[in-house]
T-cell receptor
Framework: DADVTQTPRNRITKTGKRIMLECSQT?????MYWYRQDPGLGLRLIYY???????NKGEISDGYSVSRQAQAKFSLSLESAIPNQTALYFC?????????????FGPGTRLLVL | AQSVTQLDSHVSVSEGTPVLLRCNYS??????LFWYVQHPNKGLQLLLK??????LVKGINGFEAEFKKSETSFHLTKPSAHMSDAAEYFC??????????FGGGTRLMVKP
């Protein structure tokens, strides 16, 4: 089984709808992240969480919110989806805080906002 | 501020020929640097990482990268491309606190 899973894998929604993307991990890591990927821009950080009680905004948090329900679960919500939020979304996890730890990525959720 | 520039958005090579994917970085601190690969419809997989030990880093699938501080570069190479190497590759900088800065990606195409 995959260490980092994301649901759904694909989602089509309409402008103004609220949607939630979910991430679960079995690696036992404290740190979890949400990124979005747009062509030519690499991945950009939306939110990150260093433990259940620690949530932080990333580079592009506007229009998004997150919830860390447990060490293993980290959800991303779009309160009112808009077309420019169409992207590929990745969840990632890591252990420790030295700055050298590898981040492990889920398979991604492809979101289309009409 | 830190940044990562991947100098080529697309690279095309023939199977069996060398691969060179170029990456330059800007950082105020001693960075950790990574190369990740993304195959179609897959997540990102770590190829290799530099963490201030040896400047020549060997990774999986025959890839390696050399950290050159004087040139602020971390180019990825492989002596002989294989069809299965076709994917998108990301050079990634980790300055501190596990915050990653991604390059824009290089799509590698391998011709038979």
């Amino acid at each position: 089984d995959a260490d980092v899973t994301q649901t759904p894998r694909n989602r089509i929604t309409k402008t103004g709808k609220r949607i939630m993307l979910e991430c679960s991990q079995t690696k036992g890591h404290d740190r979890m992240y949400w990124y979005r990927q747009d062509p030519g821009l690499g991945l950009r950080l939306i939110y990150y969480s260093f433990d259940v009680k620690d949530i932080n905004k990333g580079e592009i948090s506007d229009g998004y919110s997150v919830s860390r329900q447990a060490q293993a679960k980290f959800s991303l919500s779009l309160e009112s989806a808009i077309p420019n939020q169409t992207a590929l979304y990745f969840c990632a996890t890591s252990a420790g805080r030295s700055g050298q730890e590898t981040q492990y990525f889920g398979p991604g959720t492809r979101l289309l906002v009409l | 501020a830190q940044s990562v520039t991947q100098l080529d958005s697309h690279v095309s090579v023939s199977e069996g020929t060398p691969v060179l994917l170029r990456c330059n970085y800007s950082s105020s601190y001693s960075p950790s640097l990574f190369w990740y690969v993304q195959h179609p419809n897959k997540g990102l997989q770590l190829l290799l990482k530099y963490t201030s030990a040896a400047t020549l880093v060997k990774g999986i699938n025959g890839f390696e990268a050399e950290f050159k501080k004087s040139e602020t570069s971390f180019h990825l190479t492989k002596p002989s491309a294989h069809m299965s190497d076709a994917a998108e590759y990301f050079c990634v900088l980790n300055n501190a606190g596990n915050m990653l800065t991604f390059g824009g990606g290089t799509r590698l195409m391998v011709k038979p």
